[in-house]
């Protein structure tokens, strides 16, 4: 994409990489659109104050969008692992890798996201560690709810009080965890001045040539080189010549 | 009063639960005030006429039951059942039924909702439809009910049971509204009388009154009917859950009647309801608060021109 700027000659062109297919952008969204009014109506019960919206003809309201919302919200990995299979395996694969550049990340997080302090991120691959993160507990998060869920729908007469009673909390702790992150990755994603990649890359499929050399050095130059440069900026941390050459 | 030696150990066992009950925290009794109503029930006067199931249905337009055991599996009572319907439902919120059990064998034996001081219904009901009246009954607002069935689920007594217009469309969609005796609550708010169960009971085996009263009448009782023989009549829902506000007379083990030893509320429902969800509420709220003080600090940090 090549792009004019106002009032000059000068042409701006942009290398764009894909990263997403178009069906995991839109199962991200219809994710997205069930994960809110799931977990809004569900919030409802969480809050004492929100009480009259869980009574009555409201409550019964709230009930049903709930289960709507839920059916979605599962059948959305189902149809991707029967689409797609083989693009969730390498996804799964790659949220499950940690190693010591994770521990980096988590270290440089704060200061990054925060204080805006730049250079002192590892590098990382396609997926950087946070988002990683959100990964697995946005995946765990969806089988929890659906393990929970089903039998607290389904279930209820069949199974002992006590153990209703735990799949209840489950569902709730899982709530809270999931609810947390979403809250996390709207921000990074959306709200973040530094992140707006993020929100291109889930509409469009593609980040910049420019964004994915920043931040996802691995996935750019190859696991070996990405390394490399960092292992030799950070040994002498006075040459800053050695990283970009 | 003869005593033999399983009378005698039966006695002692209820003496030592007794002292536990009072022992323990939660005693009904402690909690009882001045204006509590409630039930009592004495099978020993009760004739089975089933004028209480019949008032019940009237009073509060509940519909008609059949039972037909003629295509019910043996197990399930089959050929020989004595009743009907065969439990509590939706629509019968008071119940007759014939049984053996204790010292006196075949007695009928009436089931309701118990009205528990510690009522787990209104501890894991999420919408405030079952709350606990002041004069200490569990009553219930339909209006307000969105047929979660967790009171179906959590109830010792097993007496809440939800209603649906169609069972698969209800369990899809989730639509229903649980049910129970709400002690004729509209009779009571309305200074109608007390429940129509008990005062259309011919032979006082169904009484209302002040709680206080009635359990001053049921142990009175209990000791008429041991000075009679009947050495193992005890008072039954004195101090469990909290106190009953419908008491029993039993002559046995309570399980013999299907009712629970020490019908506790479920501690960790109540820990759920209350700590857990202010704790998700209160980890939500940090967590917003964390991310907007982020976003105001790093608006001031970020150098716009350095980012990719």
């Known amino acids: ?245 | 009063m003869k005593l033999d030696r399983r009378g005698f150990l039966k006695i002692s066992g209820m003496a030592v639960a007794g002292g536990v009950a009072v022992a323990a925290p939660n005693v009904g009794a402690a909690a009882l005030a001045e204006n509590d109503v409630g039930i009592l029930y004495d099978p020993s006067k009760c004739v089975g006429c089933r004028a209480c199931q019949m008032a019940c249905k009237q009073w509060n337009k509940l519909p008609a039951e059949s039972t037909n055991a003629q295509t019910m599996p043996v197990e399930a009572g089959g050929n020989k059942i004595y009743d009907t319907p065969l439990g509590l439902t939706a629509q019968t919120w008071t119940l007759i039924k014939l049984g053996k059990a204790g010292q006196i064998g075949w007695h009928f034996f009436n089931y309701q909702c118990m009205h528990c001081t510690d009522a787990a219904c209104v501890t894991v009901c999420p919408s405030g439809a079952l709350f606990k009246d002041p004069r200490g009954f569990t009553a219930y607002d339909p209006e307000k009910c969105i047929g979660c069935g967790y009171c179906t689920q959590f109830c010792p007594f097993g007496v809440p049971h939800l209603s649906t217009d169609n069972r698969i469309a209800g369990t899809l969609t989730g639509r229903a509204k649980a049910a129970k005796c709400t002690f004729c609550q509209d009779r009571i708010w309305n200074g109608l009388g007390g429940p129509s169960c008990a005062e259309r009971c011919p032979v006082g085996a169904l009484v209302w009154g002040k709680q206080a009263d009635l359990l001053r009448a049921g142990t009175q009782r209990v000791d008429t009917l041991r000075a009679q023989g009947l050495s193992t009549a005890a008072l039954y829902g004195e101090n469990v859950a909290g106190g009953l506000h419908r008491m029993s007379i039993i002559f046995g083990e309570p399980g013999q009647y299907y009712l629970p030893e020490n019908p506790a509320s479920p501690a960790v429902a109540r820990g759920w309801k209350d700590a857990f969800h202010w704790a998700g509420q209160a980890v939500f709220g940090l967590a917003f608060l964390g991310i907007v003080g982020a976003f105001f600090v790093s608006r001031r940090a970020i150098r716009m021109e350095e980012v990719e």
């Open chain 1, 1 to 245: 994409m090549s792009v004019r700027i106002k009032g000059t000659s000068n042409v701006l062109a942009i290398r764009w990489i894909p990263k997403y297919t178009t069906l995991e952008r839109t199962l991200h969204w219809v994710h997205t659109a069930t994960f809110i009014p799931l977990a809004l109506t569900g919030f409802i019960l969480f809050a004492s104050w929100l009480q009259p919206l869980a009574q009555g003809e409201a409550g019964l309201f709230v009930r049903l969008v709930h289960r709507i919302a839920a059916v979605i919200f599962i059948g959305v990995p189902i149809l991707y692992a029967i689409l797609q299979p083989r693009r969730l395996m390498m996804h799964l694969r790659e949220f499950l890798s940690f190693d010591k550049y994770d521990i980096l990340w988590l270290r440089g997080a704060f200061p990054y996201y925060v204080l805006g302090r730049h250079g002192d991120m590892p590098p990382q691959p396609r997926f950087n560690t946070g988002e990683r993160m959100n990964a697995v507990v946005t995946t765990l998060g969806t089988i929890v709810f659906a393990v929970t869920g089903i039998p607290m729908w389904f279930m209820r007469g069949m199974i002992p009080p006590s153990v209703y009673e735990g799949l209840v909390i489950i569902h709730g702790v899982a709530f809270i965890v999931t609810g947390v992150m979403f809250m996390v990755h709207f921000y990074l994603a959306v709200v973040h001045p530094m992140m707006w990649q993020g929100l291109v890359s889930m509409r469009f499929g593609v980040v910049s040539e420019s964004y994915a050399r920043e931040h996802h050095a691995i996935w750019y130059y190859g696991e070996k080189r990405a390394k490399q440069q960092w292992e030799a900026s950070h040994k002498q941390p006075d040459s800053e010549e050695q990283q970009k050459g």
